[in-house]
C-alpha cells in the first residue's frame, strides 16, 4: 500500500516528463491519502459477446448434446446452447465459414473457411480452440460432409474432385475420387463444382455426390466406381436422401424439385414446381426461383415433411424471402424477416437410416434466428432466450452501469414482463444443451441501450449473461408525420429519416430518472412506476437556444439573483403565447417566410396512457430560430436531489426545473465566462443580430439575453441516414465537431458544452461548507462552475424559484472535457446525491418527503475537503477545492486523443479509466494519477466503437464491436481471474442413443443398413499417402499443451489432474507397446536362429 502526502507537493516538486503524472504547488495540506490500487490489480481481457451474429453465414446442430453452431463472413464461428450458455471463437485468417460440421456427441467442430482451411474445435474446453489445421493449396473447397460416427471427412472441390480426411490426425487420405472417373462419359464437359455429399443412409459404402451442373453420381466407394449418374437439365443447388436409401431428392434452379429412384437413372419418378402455376394446356408450369435448399424427414405415424427454402413465383407480390414446409397434401409458406442464409431440420434421432420424426425447424435469417415449430398447428415459432434482438432497431448510444441497487433488476422485469408478446409455442426451446457456469463473483449489472426508432432497452448483464428486461417506446409521446401528400408532410423535421432516434441519456439508478435527448434536439423527463395512469396533457417546454456571440451582456458574476419561473406551455393550448406563435401563424406552408419558434416534432395532445413502468414527467423541445434548425444536444446530466435536468450543445446549455416545469437557465457558452476570465475566447467570425419574431416572455431567466446562431454552409442541416449509420462512416478523422455542416472556423470560435456535473460541492473559493452546484466541461478543455440556491423541500421547493448563479471557470486542460467526479478528504469519490425512489402515482400521504442528503461538515480554513478530477481529450487533472489549487496533472496521449474517460470504482479502490483513439486502454491512480495499466487493446477501425465504448464500476467495459453485437471486457485481474468458473459448459458428457433396430427379417436376409470399415478403404495401407503439395498440415495452438494453458481455477485443478493422467496413460501405453514390440522381435529372432540350428545341425563344415 502506497501512501501519499499532500504536504511533499507543497514543497515545490516540479511537474516531470510528459505522460507522467506531475505533483503541481498547491495550498497547505495536512490530509494523507491512501492509495490501494497498484498495477497487479489490473489484467484486461474479453469476457463475453452479446447479440446476433453479425453477417452469418452458415450454421450446424449438434443432435445429442443439442448446442447450435453459427459461422460468419468474418470468420467468427458462435456457438449457442441453453439461455445463458454462449460462446464465441475466431479464426484467425478472417475468412468466411463456408460450413460446420458437428462430430455429434464428440465434443468436437469441423469449420471450412473461404481461404480453402478445415479446421477441428475442440469443444470439451470452456473455451474452444483449434486442435488441427488443413491449408488446401491448389484447390477450392466448395462443400464438406462429415457421416454420423465416422472419422473420415468428404470434402468436394470447386474442380470436381473429392477428397477424404482423417478428423483424428487430420491428415489426408490417398484415396480420391476424380470428377472424370465420377461422371465419364456422361457428360461432355465438366461438371462444375460439387455442391453436394452424402452417403446412403443403408449402404455406408455408397456416396451421393451432386455437381452443380445437374448430374448426381452413385459412387461405390469399395469399387472405386460410379453405379449410377443421374443427368438433369437445371442446375442443383442441394440433395436429401429419404431414410430407406432408396430414393433422393433434388432441388433446382428453376424451382422444382425432382425425385428419383436410386436404381432408375433415366428420369425422375416425379417432377414438381411447388409455387408454380400449372398450365391448363398440360405445359411445364412456368419457371420459378432457385429453391436453395430442400430436406426430406420422415415420421412413423404419418406423411413425410418437406422443408424448402426459396422457389417462389417471379412474379409473386411477396417480396420477402419465405420458408415452405409441405406435409401431406398440405402446403405452409412462411414469411421471413431478412432472407435466409440457411435451415436445419430438428430430429428425434440422430441417425440417418432411421425415421427422422422431425420436431422444429432452425430458420438462419440475415439479422435473426427464426426456430418454427412443426408439431403445433400453425407452426408457431419458439420464444428465443438469447439477447438477439439488440439490433432490433440500429443501436445508436449505450451506457453501462455496474453494481447497480439490487432492487432495481426485479422492479424492471416485473414491468417488462407485462410486455412479453403471445401466440408462441408452449413447448421449451429445443437448443438446450450445456451447462451454467458456477462463478459466485456476481453483482447487478445493466446495460442500456438507445435506438434509431426511439426506444430504450434495459437490459439485465449480471454474470456475464444479457437478458432484456423491459422496453420503453419515446415515441408514444410524439404524433407520427403523415407521408401522404405533400401538403401533410410537416416542413419542420429537423432530419430526414428516424427524427425519433436517441442521441443521449442520462440515467440515475438510485432514483431511477430518466432523461433522454432525441435527434430533432427533443429531451424527454421520465420518472419509474408500477402503476397505470393516464395524462390528460403532456406537459412541454419549448426551448429558444441561439448562439449570437457579438454585443452580449455578460451576466453578472456574483449572481445571486433568483431567476424569474418560467411557465410550461401545453400542447393544446390555443392562445398564442409569448414563447410560441399561434398554430396559424407558423409557417407550414410553401411561403418564403423563415420557420421560427417551431419545433421539430408535434408533441401527442390527446390524453395518453401510460402503462407501468417510465412514464413521461416533462417534454422539452428546442425551436427552430430564424429558419435554422436547432443544434443537436451534445451533452445531458440529470439530478433527482435538485429537480434539475441540464442540457448542452454547440449553441450553449439550458437549465429545467422539472418540478416546476420552468426553464432556469438557458444562456450561451461564451455568457459563461465572466468578463476578466483570461480563458474567455472571442469570436473568429461572428453572425449579425438578428432580431427574434417573439417578445421577451415569460420563460426568459435573468440570464437568457436574445442570441442569434452562427451561420451554418448550408442552410438545411437535414440528416439523409439516421445517426445509426455514423457508425459505419469511413470517416477516421474523428472531428471533433458534432455538427458536419460547419466551417473549420467556424467550430474554432464555436464552444460547445461536452459534460456536466451535479455536485455538492465548493463552487467559489472563499465557500466554507458545499453547496448544490453544476460543473460544465466545455469541447474547448474549460470546466465553469454555476450555484445553485435551491428553496427548502416540500411545499416551498415546487412554489419558490431556483437560483442559479455563474461562478467562473476552475480550470483549463487540452482537449475537450469528457469527465468530471469528486473526490472526498480521504480519496473516496462523492457520489452526486440523490432522492431514493419512492412510488410517484401512490396517495399523498404515502409519499415520502424530498431529502437531501445530509451534508459534511465544513472545512478548517487552509484546508481542502475536497478534490475535483477532471479529465479531456489530452489531460488529467486533479484540483483541490475549495483552493482551486491543482494538485495532479497527468499528460495522456500526445500523438491521440481519448475518446472515453471515466472515474471507476474497482474492488480495492479508485481509479481514472482511458480509452484512447489509437485503441490503447490506461488506468491512472487516484488522486495521484499514476498509470496502473497501459494496453494496446483494439485498433479503432470504425466510429461505432468510439461511440459506444462504455467503462463501469468493479472493472467492466463494453463496446458495440459490430451492428448487432455487444462485447464486453474487464481490466480487473479478480474478473479475469474467475472467467473459466463463470463461463458455462458447452459439451457434457451423454450417452449416444441406441441405433435403430434392424429387425429379424432385414438381419436375416440382408434389409437393414450395411456398414463399411472405411479404415480398410482410406487408410495409408490400402489407399496410400496423399500428395504432400496438394494440402498442408498445421498443428493448433491447441491440444494436450493448450488445454493447460486454458484450465484455472477449482475446475482447472481438476482438468490438470486428468490432463496429467491421460498423459501418464499416454506414456504407459507407448512404454507398453514398445515392451511388445521388443518382445514380438525377440520371439522372431528366437525362432530364426533355432530354424538355422536344425538346418545346419547334421552337416559337417566342409558342407557349409
Known amino acids: 500500500m502506497k501512501k501519499f502526502n499532500i504536504r ?8 516531470s516528463s510528459s505522460g507522467t503524472a506531475s505533483p503541481q504547488p498547491g495550498t497547505n495540506q495536512n490530509d494523507v491519502i491512501q492509495e490501494t490500487l497498484q498495477s497487479e490489480h489490473f489484467q484486461l481481457c474479453k469476457t463475453v459477446r452479446h447479440g446476433f451474429p453479425y453477417q452469418p453465414s452458415s450454421m450446424a446442430f449438434d443432435p445429442v448434446q443439442k448446442i447450435l453452431a453459427i459461422g460468419t463472413q468474418s470468420g467468427a464461428v458462435r456457438l449457442f446452447g441453453r439461455a445463458g450458455v454462449e460462446c464465441y471463437c475466431q479464426h484467425d485468417s478472417g475468412a468466411a465459414v463456408i460450413q460446420l460440421q458437428f462430430l455429434v456427441n464428440e465434443g468436437a467442430l469441423v469449420s471450412a473457411l473461404a481461404d480453402d482451411s478445415v479446421h477441428l474445435w475442440n469443444l470439451r474446453q470452456k473455451q474452444p480452440a483449434i486442435l488441427h489445421t488443413l491449408k488446401f493449396n491448389r484447390e477450392r473447397i466448395t462443400f464438406c460432409h462429415l457421416p454420423f460416427q465416422s472419422k473420415w471427412l468428404y470434402i468436394g472441390t470447386e474442380k470436381g474432385n473429392i477428397h477424404i480426411v482423417n478428423v483424428e490426425s487430420f491428415t489426408l487420405s ?6 472424370n472417373k465420377a461422371i465419364e462419359l456422361s457428360s461432355k464437359s465438366h461438371p462444375g463444382p460439387v455442391v453436394h455429399i452424402s452417403d446412403n443412409p443403408m449402404d455406408e459404402g455408397k456416396i451421393l455426390i451432386g455437381f452443380e451442373c445437374g448430374t448426381v453420381v452413385l459412387w461405390d466407394l469399395k469399387c472405386k466406381k460410379a453405379d449410377y449418374r443421374y443427368n438433369h437439365d437445371e442446375a442443383i443447388h442441394s440433395v436429401a436422401w429419404h431414410h430407406e436409401g432408396k430414393q433422393f431428392t433434388c432441388s433446382h434452379s428453376d424451382g422444382t424439385l425432382t425425385t428419383w429412384n436410386v436404381r432408375v437413372p433415366a428420369k425422375p419418378t416425379i417432377t414438381i414446381t411447388p409455387h408454380g402455376k400449372q398450365p391448363k394446356d398440360g405445359k411445364k408450369p412456368e419457371p420459378c426461383k432457385p429453391i436453395l435448399k430442400v430436406e426430406y424427414k420422415t415420421t412413423r405415424a404419418g406423411d413425410a415433411f418437406v422443408v424448402m427454402s426459396g422457389g417462389l413465383s417471379y412474379d409473386t407480390g411477396c417480396r420477402r424471402s419465405c420458408l415452405t414446409v409441405m406435409h401431406g397434401k398440405s402446403t405452409a409458406v412462411l414469411e421471413m424477416d431478412y432472407p435466409i442464409v440457411d435451415f436445419l431440420t430438428l430430429c428425434e434421432t440422430p441417425y440417418p437410416n432411421d425415421f427422422q420424426e422431425p420436431y422444429a425447424v432452425v430458420v438462419l435469417l440475415e439479422k435473426d434466428l427464426v426456430v418454427i415449430d412443426l408439431e403445433q398447428i400453425g407452426y408457431p415459432i419458439f420464444e428465443n432466450p438469447y439477447p438477439l434482438s439488440i439490433h432490433e432497431s440500429p443501436v445508436t448510444c449505450v451506457e453501462y ?8 433488476i426485479p422492479a424492471l422485469y416485473s414491468v417488462g414482463s407485462r410486455q412479453k408478446r403471445q401466440g408462441y409455442s408452449k413447448k421449451e426451446w429445443p437448443i438446450s444443451g450445456g451447462n451454467w457456469g458456477q462463478g459466485t463473483l456476481s453483482y447487478p449489472e445493466i446495460i442500456v441501450t438507445g435506438h434509431a426508432d426511439g426506444s430504450i432497452k434495459f437490459w439485465d448483464a449480471s454474470a456475464i449473461m444479457l437478458q432484456v428486461l423491459y422496453k420503453l417506446k419515446t415515441a408514444k409521446v410524439f404524433e407520427k408525420a403523415l407521408k401522404g401528400g405533400k401538403e401533410e408532410k410537416p416542413s419542420t423535421e429537423i432530419v430526414d429519416e428516424d427524427p425519433f432516434a436517441i442521441q443521449t441519456l442520462s440515467w440515475c439508478p438510485e432514483s431511477r430518472m430518466l432523461c433522454v435527448a432525441g435527434v430533432s434536439a427533443h429531451v424527454i423527463i421520465y420518472r419509474f412506476s408500477k402503476q397505470e395512469m393516464t395524462t390528460e396533457v403532456v406537459q412541454l417546454l419549448e426551448v429558444r437556444m441561439q448562439g449570437e456571440l457579438n454585443d452580449v451582456d455578460s451576466p453578472d458574476p456574483a449572481g445571486d439573483h433568483p431567476p424569474t419561473p418560467s411557465t410550461p406551455v401545453p400542447p393544446s393550448s390555443s392562445s398564442p403565447t409569448q414563447e410560441r406563435e399561434p398554430p396559424e401563424a407558423q409557417p407550414f406552408t410553401s411561403d418564403d417566410r ?14 395518453l396512457k401510460q402503462s407501468p413502468g417510465y412514464q413521461v414527467e416533462l417534454v422539452i423541445q428546442l425551436v427552430w430560430v430564424s429558419g435554422e434548425p436547432p443544434q443537436q444536444i451534445t451533452s445531458l446530466a440529470v439530478s433527482s436531489s435538485d429537480g434539475l435536468v441540464v442540457f448542452g450543445n454547440s449553441s450553449g446549455l439550458a437549465v429545467v426545473d422539472y418540478l416546476q416545469k420552468s426553464l432556469l437557465l438557458n444562456m450561451s457558452t461564451s455568457e459563461l465566462y465572466s468578463p476578466s476570465d483570461p480563458y474567455q475566447r472571442q469570436p473568429r467570425s461572428p453572425r449579425k443580430t438578428r432580431q427574434p419574431s417573439g417578445g421577451e416572455g415569460s420563460m426568459r431567466s435573468h440570464f437568457n439575453v436574445q442570441l442569434s446562431r452562427l451561420r451554418h454552409v448550408s442552410k438545411s442541416r437535414r440528416f439523409s441516414k439516421t445517426v445509426a449509420n455514423d457508425f459505419d462512416a469511413k470517416d477516421s478523422s474523428f472531428s471533433r465537431s458534432r455538427s458536419s455542416s460547419v466551417t473549420s472556423i467556424e467550430r474554432e470560435s464555436r464552444e460547445a458544452i461536452s459534460s456536466f456535473h451535479f455536485s455538492e460541492s465548493f463552487p467559489r473559493k472563499t465557500d466554507s461548507s458545499p453547496s448544490p452546484s453544476l460543473w460544465l466541461g466545455t469541447t474547448q478543455g474549460t470546466v465553469l462552475v454555476l450555484s445553485l440556491s435551491l428553496p427548502p423541500t416540500g411545499d416551498q421547493r415546487l412554489q419558490q424559484p431556483v437560483g442559479v448563479s455563474s461562478c467562473g471557470t476552475l480550470v483549463r486542460l487540452k482537449g475537450g472535457i469528457l469527465t468530471m467526479a469528486f473526490l472526498d478528504s480521504l480519496g473516496a469519490v462523492l457520489p452526486p446525491s440523490y432522492e431514493p425512489w419512492s412510488e410517484p402515482n401512490a396517495p399523498d400521504e404515502e409519499k ?20 475535483a478530477v477532471v479529465c479531456s481529450e489530452k489531460q488529467a487533472k486533479v484540483v483541490g477545492l475549495p483552493s482551486q489549487s491543482c494538485f495532479f496533472k497527468h499528460n495522456i496521449t500526445e500523438s491521440s486523443f481519448v475518446l472515453r474517460a471515466d472515474v471507476v470504482q474497482m474492488a480495492a479502490g479508485l481509479c481514472l479509466a482511458c480509452f484512447c483513439a489509437n485503441g490503447h486502454i490506461m488506468t491512472l491512480s487516484l488522486p495521484s494519477l499514476r498509470p496502473l495499466l497501459d494496453v494496446n487493446y483494439l485498433p479503432l477501425t470504425d466510429m461505432r466503437i468510439a461511440r459506444t465504448f462504455c467503462f463501469s464500476n468493479l472493472g467492466q467495459a463494453m463496446y458495440l464491436t459490430s451492428p448487432t453485437e455487444i462485447q464486453r471486457i474487464t481490466y480487473s485481474q479478480e474478473t479475469c481471474d474467475n472467467l473459466q468458473e463463470m463461463m458455462g459448459e458447452l459439451f457434457t458428457p451423454l450417452e449416444t442413443p441406441e441405433a435403430p433396430n434392424r429387425g429379424f427379417f432385414k438381419g436375416l436376409f440382408g434389409g437393414g443398413a450395411q456398414s463399411l470399415d472405411r479404415e480398410d478403404l482410406f487408410g495409408e495401407t490400402a489407399a496410400g499417402k496423399a500428395s504432400r503439395s496438394l494440402a498442408q498440415h498445421i498443428p493448433g495452438p491447441q491440444g494436450m499443451e493448450g488445454m493447460k494453458g486454458a484450465a484455472s481455477g477449482v475446475v482447472g485443478d481438476l482438468a490438470r489432474a486428468r490432463i496429467a493422467l491421460d498423459e501418464r496413460g499416454q506414456k504407459l501405453g507407448e512404454l507398453e507397446d514398445r515392451t511388445a514390440a521388443m518382445m514380438a522381435s525377440a520371439d522372431s529372432f528366437s525362432k530364426h536362429a533355432h530354424d538355422m540350428m536344425l538346418k545346419y545341425k547334421d552337416k559337417k563344415w566342409y558342407q557349409l
Open 848 to 867: 415520502t418527503r424530498r431529502r437531501r442528503p445530509a451534508s459534511p461538515p465544513p472545512t478548517q480554513e487552509g484546508q481542502d475537503s475536497q478534490y
Open 594 to 607: 423563415p420557420r421560427d419558434n417551431v419545433p421539430g416534432l408535434k408533441v401527442w395532445s390527446a390524453p
Open 401 to 408: 452501469f455496474a453494481d447497480c441497487p439490487p432492487e432495481l
Open 8 to 15: 511533499k507537493v507543497l514543497d515545490g516538486l516540479t511537474a
Open 174 to 179: 490417398g484415396y480420391v475420387i476424380m470428377w
